[in-house]
């Protein structure tokens, strides 16, 4: 059964460097997400991506994050200068062209120092 | 505005014990759509079931039922005699039928079944 795959599936960065979090969305979808959900709280919405470009972007997702489709297969969430806040474990999902389903990956948990 | 309560933090019960979970959504949309996904402790979220707003039936999976009321906004998930296995974090979510979806998601509800 297709799945939604993450690399890295942990991170350790240093406050203020960049990551770069990957993503293989379901080779068929057509739309694509990242949600975040710091340890013990509610998965929470970051941004939605469709036709390359985004969609709907929620109030966490400011300037110091990006999303990419650097090719056919990748999705990326870069944060580009990393803080304390940031860290938690970051989703990414897909779904089809009816987008009545999110399918999600298994995670990078993203710890900053 | 969009909203999911689960009131229900954490719950505790024994094995073969049946167990419900609730859940509780606002949304001023005519259209929607309903989920829950499990959490197991190594984190990942697994996608249990959709509903959508116009399909009241109730649904049966196996140990699994779904109970959707549109009446009481309500959509609630039963566990009939509960396994050690089911132990995790389940989410209610709620997406909207119109435009770009984004999941709106409850705070979950933890469940422990113990031996």
């Known amino acids: 059964e297709p799945e939604v795959t993450q690399t890295p599936s942990h991170q350790v960065t240093q406050m203020g460097q960049e990551v770069i979090l990957r993503c293989v969305p379901i080779?068929?979808?057509?739309?694509f997400y990242w949600y975040r959900q710091i340890l013990g709280q509610k998965v929470e919405f970051l941004v939605s991506f469709y036709n390359n470009e985004i969609s709907e972007k929620s109030e966490i997702f400011d300037d110091q994050f990006s999303v990419e489709r650097p090719d056919g297969s990748n999705f990326t969430l870069k944060i580009r200068s990393t803080k304390l806040e940031d860290s938690a474990m970051y989703f990414c999902?897909?779904?089809?062209?009816?987008?009545?389903?999110?399918?999600f990956g298994p995670g990078t948990r993203l710890l900053v120092l | 505005a969009q909203k999911v309560t689960q009131a229900q933090t954490e719950i505790s019960v024994v094995e073969k014990e049946d167990v419900t979970l609730d859940c509780v959504y606002e949304t001023r949309d005519t259209t929607y759509y309903l989920f829950w996904y499990k959490q197991p402790p190594s984190g990942e979220l697994v996608f249990l079931i959709r509903?959508?707003?116009?399909?009241?039936q109730n649904e049966i999976s196996g140990r699994y039922s779904w109970n959707f009321q549109k009446s009481t906004s309500s959509f609630n998930f039963t566990i009939t005699a509960s396994q050690v296995v089911d132990s995790a974090v389940y989410f209610c979510?709620?997406?909207?039928?119109?435009?770009?979806?984004?999941?709106?998601f409850g705070t979950g509800t933890r469940l422990l079944v113990s031996p």
């Open positions: 080779s068929n979808h057509l739309y």
């Open positions: 979510a709620l997406i909207r039928d119109t435009g770009f979806q984004k999941l709106v």
């Open positions: 509903r959508n707003s116009f399909d009241e």
């Open positions: 999902a897909s779904s089809g062209a009816d987008q009545e389903t999110q399918y």
